[in-house]
């Protein structure tokens, strides 16, 4: 008979965990590529639709101005410049014409002033997000001054005139539609793939925990049947071996001390006492008893169990170490059930640790989380290769002598009370076991549920 959790746990290894985690995060990756990739589309989209608008102005400009009369007077420039900007809801932050040497000929805009020299792109002029674009104006040749001098450069027909520059900006908000899109997208996106994992992960949550119900209703019809035949054992074999036990050691208070059948009458005995714990150890297991929850101080019972065993450990030359933590640890659970537990526990541990070892015995209390956790270290040779789980099922054991039911007793206990037990190999060596309580247990319904029939057996 398996521990529920394991048995969840293994019943969740039959799904194909591994094949939905991995469609769900190829699904999420796919997602997020995607929105990325349209993302960046978008921003393109954005880009190109700013430059189409800024090459539409400038040749809207540069169509007006042909034309030696018109071309390379600023002061035509300007007034284009004003009736373009002026012409109502324009997208055209500022317009300036430059010179081949970057000085300002003519423009409109002046709020925008420093986006006329500098880098073109994207910038924040004046807390406003500008595109500026920047384009030479064509300039055939002959088409000079024409007029003798002024401010057209003093140029006669048949010469080049110096190279001219138009430069635009465009508010770049007037696509705010394009970037809004995209920065939509991509939240919904991001959306998806946090609600898919969200999802996923409740699906195997749930999962684990349908699974580990469905074992617990296994052990618990397991428990029925062991505990009826444990009933039984209990009268068919109990009751001979304490009459055998009793007849034995009647017949060696008669038997001289030295007689040649004393040694096989205390193995007689002996092995029917071994017997009898055993009888005892299988009633516990199959019909555990309902928990009976009182304060106690947890230091307090460590020290108890610690005085009790103190001869034992003395005799095999072990030392057991109790960290300093708190002097009192008041809290609600079985003390009786918890007794057994630590004994248990620090007997496996005894048995585990060579003469001239030490156990170690650290509590430690989560007040935010109000979880008192035990952890007894042995300085044995650990658990090696083995799955510490094993040791937790009913008769495995590595000891020569011993029932293989303290381990899964204690455990019983400790889930009644809504805690764990768990076994681990220290990283120094030897091996750790690991108990943990909350401060206020409550009955474990489904660790007790078996038990009310059994009770009755």
């Not at 880098?119 to 055939?140: A, D, K, M």
């Not at 995209?182 to 946090?194: C, N």
């Not at 005085?307 to 640890?329: C, H, N, Y």
Request: charged letters at 20%; hydrophobic letters at 40%; a positive charge.
């Amino acid at each position: 008979m398996k521990d529920a959790s394991v048995k969840g746990s293994r019943s969740l290894s039959l799904f194909p965990t591994g094949a939905f985690v991995a469609i769900v995060a190829a699904v999420c990756l796919g997602l997020a590529l995607t929105a990325g990739y349209d993302f960046f589309g978008l921003a393109q989209l954005r880009l190109l639709y700013l430059q189409d608008s800024a090459t539409r102005v400038f040749a809207d400009l540069e169509t007006k101005a042909r034309g030696p009369d018109k071309r390379p007077y600023p002061q035509f420039w300007q007034s284009l410049f004003v009736e373009k900007i002026g012409a109502g809801k324009s997208d055209v932050a500022f317009l300036a014409l430059l010179n081949e040497s970057g000085g300002v000929l003519a423009s409109e805009g002046a709020q925008f002033a420093p986006g006329f020299i500098g880098p073109i792109g994207f910038r924040r002029i004046e807390g406003t997000e500008i595109y500026v674009y920047e384009s030479e104006l064509p300039n055939p040749q002959g088409q000079g001054a024409g007029r003798g001098g002024g401010m057209g450069g003093g140029m006669g027909m048949g010469h080049r005139a110096a190279p001219r520059r138009l430069r635009i900006g465009i508010y770049s908000s007037s696509v705010d539609f394009i970037r809004w899109r995209a920065i939509v997208h991509l939240a919904v996106s991001g959306v998806a793939v946090l609600t898919l994992t969200a999802l996923a992960w409740y699906f195997l949550r749930t999962l684990n925990r349908f699974l580990q119900l469905k074992a617990r209703e296994e052990s618990a019809r397991h428990l029925t049947a062991l505990g009826a035949m444990a009933a039984t054992l209990a009268h068919e074999i109990r009751n001979p071996l304490g009459a055998m036990k009793g007849l034995t050691q009647l017949a060696q208070e008669d038997l001289p001390g030295d007689h040649k059948t004393q040694s096989l009458m205390s193995t007689v005995v002996r092995e029917a006492e071994r017997l009898e714990r055993l009888v005892s150890d299988l009633l516990t297991f199959a019909r555990p008893r309902d928990p009976q929850i009182s304060r106690f101080d947890f230091q307090r019972l460590l020290s108890d169990v610690k005085a009790g065993l103190q001869p034992k450990l003395d005799a095999a030359g072990i030392k057991l170490d109790l960290e300093p933590g708190r002097d009192s640890l008041l809290i609600d659970a079985d003390e009786g059930g918890l007794r057994q537990v630590l004994l248990n526990i620090l007997l496996n541990a005894a048995d585990a640790t060579p003469a001239g070892g030490t156990i170690t015995v650290r509590t430690r209390l989560n007040e935010k989380a109000r979880v008192l956790t035990a952890e007894v270290d042995d300085s044995g040779p650990g658990l090696g290769a083995s799955d510490p789980e094993e040791l937790f099922q009913p008769f495995a054991t590595t000891k020569t002598k011993g029932s293989g039911l303290g381990l899964p007793i204690s455990r019983q206990i400790a889930e009644g009370l809504g805690g764990s037990l768990t076994l681990a190999n220290r990283p120094g060596g030897g091996a750790r076991c690991t108990l943990t309580l909350p401060i206020r247990a409550a009955q474990h319904p489904t660790a007790i549920a078996s038990s009310r029939f059994l009770q009755d057996a």
